[in-house]
């Protein structure tokens, strides 16, 4: 029986390439865990699948996915693999922001929605060795220098989820008046260099999420966005793709305990443990918590769709923390009602632990992401 149970119906074209790309997922996920690595064959699987235009809008080329619509369709790649999840997801959320909140200049659009209908493969580059995460204010180190009408960018960027499956990356960088440019760079472009440093990584091991570093690259002002001010539609679409992708995770551990409690035959029971009071207790304990973060996270999404801005952000802030939350609990519980099975490789359920953690490292905070929903309810401003 599957547990996922989402009342966001996907169209049929929609549905077909979150199928595909699941199915991507599965066939090389263990070779890119293995390599620690996005493995070539991996990356081409990836851009095959069509994915890429599902958050394109249907007048650029894509299908018009809608937030809560997204939010299904990731959950099902996060339930595949983790870490190649994320790297579709981290092009479809930079995709769906900018469209909807048109946060970047035209030119950069077009490029975006033609690598979209290409399968080109794009991320958004914004953390650093001093900074940290962007999310927590401070000017990037890379620099950008004025040149020729153009940039010359400098720097370095960590954790570039799926490095070497990137086609382009929107980086931002601070110019020598303090202000922050985002630049779309081709990953093949001179001066642009992986640096393998994603290496015996505590979770997303196939994530190749390496360093990369920009050395006196020149972009063109074309592919250039001035400073502009946040808007919702970028905390919107990123914030649900890292809930939908670390909840599917959640719901990946629930189907592996499930399975296992089914097959698993002690001779003293002689009967599958699927029989034994705790292991449905637990079970059962599991689909309540991930089914009731899903309910959270496609109802701020639906919120979202019928009304998107800075009212809305605030009840999806808080179903990020819940969904991270929730799948973190969800894959503690499934290895402890597994027992000793689960520390070995004949279960998923030790690697869906270790994925599972990643998610609260990505903004915002459990303490804000809370915040910003009691302040909303409360009527007053977060963090005061």
């Given at each position: 029986?599957?547990?996922?149970?989402?009342?966001?119906?996907?169209?049929?074209?929609?549905?077909?390439?979150?199928?595909?790309?699941a199915q991507a997922?599965?066939?090389?996920?263990?070779?890119?865990?293995?390599?620690?690595?996005?493995?070539?064959?991996?990356?081409?699987?990836?851009?095959?699948?069509?994915?890429?235009?599902?958050?394109?809008?249907?007048?650029?080329?894509?299908?018009?996915?809608?937030?809560?619509?997204?939010?299904?369709?990731?959950?099902?790649?996060?339930?595949?693999?983790?870490?190649?999840?994320?790297?579709?997801?981290?092009?479809?959320?930079?995709?769906?922001?900018?469209?909807?909140?048109?946060?970047?200049?035209?030119?950069?659009?077009?490029?975006?929605?033609?690598?979209?209908?290409?399968?080109?493969?794009?991320?958004?580059?914004?953390?650093?060795?001093?900074?940290?995460?962007?999310?927590?204010?401070?000017?990037?180190?890379?620099?950008?220098?004025?040149?020729?009408?153009?940039?010359?960018?400098?720097?370095?960027?960590?954790?570039?989820?799926?490095?070497?499956?990137?086609?382009?990356?929107?980086?931002?960088?601070?110019?020598?008046?303090?202000?922050?440019?985002?630049?779309?760079?081709?990953?093949?472009?001179?001066?642009?260099?992986?640096?393998?440093?994603?290496?015996?990584?505590?979770?997303?091991?196939?994530?190749?999420?390496?360093?990369?570093?920009?050395?006196?690259?020149?972009?063109?002002?074309?592919?250039?966005?001035?400073?502009?001010?946040?808007?919702?539609?970028?905390?919107?679409?990123?914030?649900?793709?890292?809930?939908?992708?670390?909840?599917?995770?959640?719901?990946?551990?629930?189907?592996?305990l499930i399975a296992?409690?089914?097959?698993?035959?002690?001779?003293?029971?002689?009967?599958?443990?699927?029989?034994?009071?705790?292991?449905?207790?637990?079970?059962?304990?599991?689909?309540?918590?991930?089914?009731?973060?899903?309910?959270?996270?496609?109802?701020?999404?639906?919120?979202?769709?019928?009304?998107?801005?800075?009212?809305?952000?605030?009840?999806?802030?808080?179903?990020?923390?819940?969904?991270?939350?929730?799948?973190?609990?969800?894959?503690?519980?499934?290895?402890?009602?597994?027992?000793?099975?689960?520390?070995?490789?004949?279960?998923?359920?030790?690697?869906?632990?270790?994925?599972?953690r990643a998610g609260?490292?990505?903004?915002?905070?459990?303490?804000?992401?809370?915040?910003?929903?009691?302040?909303?309810?409360?009527?007053?401003?977060?963090?005061?």
């Open positions: 029986m599957r547990c996922l149970l989402s009342p966001s119906a996907l169209l049929p074209e929609m549905q077909a390439v979150t199928d595909r790309a997922i599965r066939a090389h996920a263990a070779a890119c865990e293995a390599a620690q690595d996005v493995t070539q064959a991996a990356a081409a699987a990836l851009r095959d699948s069509g994915y890429t235009r599902l958050t394109l809008p249907r007048e650029a080329g894509g299908l018009g996915a809608t937030l809560e619509q997204y939010a299904a369709a990731q959950l099902r790649l996060g339930e595949a693999n983790a870490a190649l999840g994320l790297i579709l997801a981290m092009h479809t959320h930079v995709v769906g922001a900018a469209f909807q909140g048109q946060t970047l200049p035209e030119p950069l659009l077009a490029v975006l929605a033609q690598a979209s209908r290409e399968g080109r493969l794009v991320n958004s580059l914004a953390s650093e060795p001093e900074l940290g995460s962007p999310s927590r204010g401070g000017l990037p180190r890379t620099a950008a220098l004025p040149e020729g009408g153009g940039w010359r960018v400098t720097g370095r960027k960590t954790w570039a989820t799926g490095a070497r499956a990137l086609d382009l990356a929107l980086v931002t960088a601070a110019t020598p008046q303090g202000e922050v440019l985002r630049l779309l760079i081709p990953m093949n472009a001179p001066g642009v260099q992986i640096e393998p440093t994603w290496t015996d990584p505590l979770a997303l091991r196939g994530s190749g999420s390496h360093d990369v570093t920009f050395a006196g690259v020149y972009v063109p002002a074309a592919h250039t966005a001035p400073p502009a001010p946040g808007q919702p539609a970028s905390s919107a679409w990123f914030w649900t793709a890292v809930a939908a992708t670390y909840l599917g995770v959640g719901f990946a551990a629930l189907h592996a296992y409690a089914q097959e698993r035959v002690p001779t003293a029971l002689g009967a599958p443990i699927a029989t034994l009071p705790r292991v449905q207790e637990n079970v059962g304990r599991i689909a309540s918590e991930v089914r009731a973060a899903d309910a959270l996270l496609l109802a701020a999404a639906r919120a979202w769709d019928a009304a998107p801005g800075a009212d809305s952000v605030p009840a999806l802030a808080a179903a990020k923390a819940r969904a991270t939350n929730a799948a973190v609990w969800a894959t503690d519980l499934a290895v402890r009602t597994a027992g000793g099975a689960a520390l070995t490789p004949a279960l998923p359920l030790g690697r869906l632990l270790r994925d599972a609260l490292t990505h903004p915002p905070a459990d303490e804000v992401g809370y915040a910003h929903l009691g302040a909303a309810l409360l009527g007053t401003a977060a963090g005061r």
